[in-house]
Nanobody
Framework: QVQLVESGGGSVQAGGSLILSCAASGYTYSSYCMGWFRQAPGKEREEVATREYDATTSYAHSVKGRFTISKDVAKNTLYLQMNSLKPEDTAMYFC?????????????WGQGTQVTVSS
């Protein structure tokens, strides 16, 4: 079965950087969209960034220019490099795998990793 295991969250001051990792296992084909979502207390879940199987990327307006999504295909590991972090980036971050391309639904979620940015 599909498993997604995130790591790399933590606490950082505003302006700092963090990199999240997501080790994916349980499937052999790479033709899936993967991405990162986040959810802050009392707020709706937000799609942060996605990476299509052809390496096309997409970002939420709120993180564009600060966050970079990438993937090590050989290791089947997804990354989210987060720079110039702001207090409003504080949230639980989830690695996801879409059912197919980025226009399909998201049946697979990791357990989440907390990111806390202090001012």
């Amino acid at each position: 079965q599909v498993q997604l295991v995130e790591s790399g969250g933590g606490s950082v001051q505003a302006g700092g950087s963090l990199i999240l990792s997501c080790a994916a296992s349980g499937y052999t084909y790479s033709s899936y969209c993967m991405g990162w979502f986040r959810q802050a207390p009392g707020k709706e879940r937000e799609e942060v960034a996605t990476r299509e199987y052809d390496a096309t990327t997409s970002y939420a307006h709120s993180v564009k220019g600060r966050f970079t999504i990438s993937k090590d295909v050989a290791k089947n590991t997804l990354y989210l490099q987060m720079n110039s972090l702001k207090p409003e980036d504080t949230a639980m971050y989830f690695c996801v795998r879409f059912r197919g391309d980025c226009n399909t639904d998201v049946p697979y979620w990791g357990q989440g990793t907390q990111v806390t940015v202090s001012s």
